[in-house]
T-cell receptor, first 115, second 113 residues
Framework: EAGVAQSPRYKIIEKRQSVAFWCNPISGHATLYWYQQILGQGPKLLIQFQNNGVVDDSQLPKDRFSAERLKGVDSTLKIQPAKLEDSAVYLC?????????????FGSGTRLTVV | AQSVTQLGSHVSVSEGALVLLRCNYSSSVPPYLFWYVQYPNQGLQLLLKYTSAATLVKGINGFEAEFKKSETSFHLTKPSAHMSDAAEYFCAVSSGGYQKVTFGTGTKLQVIP
């Protein structure tokens, strides 16, 4: 089966600019996650979708970050305006189950550098 | 609240030696526990998971982990390290609904020829 697709792989922007990332989960996976991984740290959950509804966005900086998952399939994550501290790898993951204990399938991530 | 602590941000072993990566967890309910591996410039790949069945869990690439409730630990082991095992390893815990998962800070494994 095809994996989780993310684009772009790399992005360099200046601070205060905007940027968007795209994720296409594994077909049929109802649950989709966006994680932020800062260099030297573990991934931090930004937002979790169940189909096209938001389950958890408690750690999403809503003044600058937004995400949507139209039709319960693809998702986009946007940052506007970007700050230097947003430099990180943004990982998308999906899962077929809603219950606990099911591992995720991750995409390769988008590496964002804000200069 | 849930958390994991990975002891040692960097671990070096000789090729053929035992690999031991340490993880301790904190959870208010019986946890589900995971180990993921991340190769350079790639996403995370699930190595193995504990879901309250057998306490000794076998994963891919010869890795295994043992859940020890009394020690709140879930250490990852492999009897004999290969050069291809060099990567970063993340321990993770889930104790909430909707699969909320918290990751540790990771351990970079270096394998010395």
């Amino acid at each position: 089966e095809a994996g989780v697709a993310q684009s772009p792989r790399y992005k360099i922007i200046e601070k205060r600019q905007s940027v968007a990332f795209w994720c296409n989960p594994i077909s049929g996976h109802a649950t989709l996650y966006w994680y932020q991984q800062i260099l030297g740290q573990g991934p931090k959950l930004l937002i979790q979708f169940q189909n096209n509804g938001v389950v958890d966005d408690s750690q999403l900086p809503k003044d600058r970050f937004s995400a949507e998952r139209l039709k319960g399939v693809d998702s986009t994550l946007k940052i506007q305006p970007a700050k230097l501290e947003d430099s990180a790898v943004y990982l998308c993951a999906s899962s077929s189950e809603t219950g606990r204990g099911h591992g995720y399938t991750f995409g390769s991530g988008t590496r964002l550098t804000v200069v | 609240a849930q958390s994991v602590t990975q002891l040692g941000s960097h671990v070096s072993v000789s090729e053929g030696a035992l690999v031991l990566l340490r993880c301790n967890y904190s959870s208010s309910v019986p946890p589900y526990l995971f180990w993921y591996v991340q190769y350079p410039n790639q996403g995370l790949q699930l190595l193995l998971k504990y879901t309250s069945a057998a306490t000794l869990v076998k994963g891919i690439n010869g890795f295994e982990a043992e859940f020890k409730k009394s020690e709140t630990s879930f250490h990852l082991t492999k009897p004999s390290a290969h050069m291809s095992d060099a990567a970063e390893y993340f321990c993770a815990v889930s104790s909430g609904g909707y699969q909320k998962v918290t990751f540790g800070t990771g351990t970079k494994l270096q394998v010395i020829p």
